[in-house]
């Protein structure tokens, strides 16, 4: 039986949902991972192709540019009519997919709206470019396929059974994946827009996709992150994890996933064996994306953070989180008996020495 709070702030609210609730609370900062503030909740982030800025879907309608040299924003691209889901980039050129149905193409030096795109009948969830062609997923099911000259809609099959959350493509170009909310991912060929293949093994919604070399990795509600072979379809990674894993990236010999117990992982892909925790969101770690050796995050705590991965950080990462842990049992010790471990030891000492009397 769900145990309802009897606090007057918190009606309606299990006992367990309290509880997250002050663990947030208690990690709440803007300082760690040097930490750039946003108005409303980052969904997606994407650098550019000179490493120069970042920019941010945000729930708040619209992408902000960020400069990496300065931090600050240097345009904002206003215009849909609900949270911007997912990104797309060209030299030149923007395209923005959101919960308002559209896509949108932006003047990347002007800020400029300079289309729009309509044919899906729910919201955008994932936006993807190979060669002339932008590629769509969305929550009608539907992976549409535009031409970026002429604007028009090719293509658009249906042959997921819930929504499309992400989309990722492999290196040739030739092959498109879509993974969706009902637990499979779809390969499919790009030109014909033909299923080729079927990837199923998630017991529930695949939340992002992704493929390097023959490999293809999937992130899952299901609290699991699985690679997959691309041509076979068999399965040879499991990495498991306490909650619901939002997104992951490839970071040379690492794999990094990003949760929503607000935590980032950092895997050795080799051994499959967990590295390091690195901690300082205090909200769901929603996206990420690398550049060398630094990581870039975005959360539903309304901030991106930027964290090295040498060999030096990650041990770093694994001494605060120790820390930090320690510490937390500490308090929750002296909440249970009035004491803090220290004086626990001290009295466990008097109480030894009273025997020995």
């Known amino acids: 039986m769900v145990n309802v709070s009897q606090e007057s702030r918190a009606f309606f609210q299990t006992d367990a949902e309290i509880v997250k609730q002050k663990e947030k609370e208690a990690k709440y900062n803007y300082t760690e991972g040097d930490a750039i503030k946003l108005s409303s ?4 982030i994407r650098l550019d192709k000179n490493k120069k800025h970042i920019y941010v879907a945000e729930s708040g309608f619209f992408v902000r540019k960020i400069s990496l040299a300065t931090s600050k924003t240097v345009k904002l691209f206003k215009g849909h009519q609900g949270p911007v889901t997912s990104i797309a980039l060209t030299e030149n050129r923007l395209w923005t997919g959101s919960w308002d149905k559209t896509i949108k193409q932006w003047d990347l030096a002007t800020g400029e709206c300079l289309a729009t795109l309509e044919g899906h009948t729910d919201f955008v969830k994932s936006l993807l470019l190979v060669g002339g062609f932008l590629y769509s997923g969305s929550s009608d099911n539907f992976l549409r396929k535009w031409d970026v000259d002429s604007l028009r809609c090719v293509a658009a099959e ?31 060929d790009a030109e014909m827009m033909q299923v080729l293949h079927t990837y199923e093994g998630h017991d529930t919604s695949i939340y992002c996709v992704r493929v390097w070399e023959d490999d293809l990795w999937t992130a899952s509600a299901d609290k699991t992150v699985r690679r997959w072979h691309t041509e ?4 040879d990674m ?22 929503s117990d607000d935590l980032i992982r950092v895997w050795d892909i080799g051994s499959s064996k967990l590295l390091c925790t690195i901690e300082g969101h205090f909200d769901e770690v929603s996206t990420l994306d690398i550049s060398g050796s630094i990581l870039y995050s975005g959360s539903l705590d309304c901030s991106i953070r930027k964290w090295s991965l040498d060999s030096a950080s990650l ?26 471990a220290e004086e626990e030891r001290e009295l466990e000492e008097l109480m030894m020495s009273d025997d020995d009397e």
Do not use: C
């Open 158 to 188: 249906k042959k997921h059974k819930r929504a499309i959350e992400s989309l990722a493509a492999s290196e040739s170009g030739k092959f498109i994946y879509s993974a969706s909310s009902d637990g499979s991912v779809v390969k499919w």
């Open 41 to 44: 909740k980052a969904l997606e």
């Open 238 to 259: 499991v990495l498991t994890h306490p909650d619901r894993v939002k997104s992951l990236v490839l970071a040379g010999p690492y794999i990094v996933t990003g949760s």
């Open 232 to 235: 076979t379809g068999t399965q």
């Open 315 to 340: 041990k770093q990462y694994n001494e605060s989180r120790e820390t930090k842990l320690k510490k937390k049992e500490e308090e929750e010790q002296k909440q249970q008996s009035g004491l803090t």
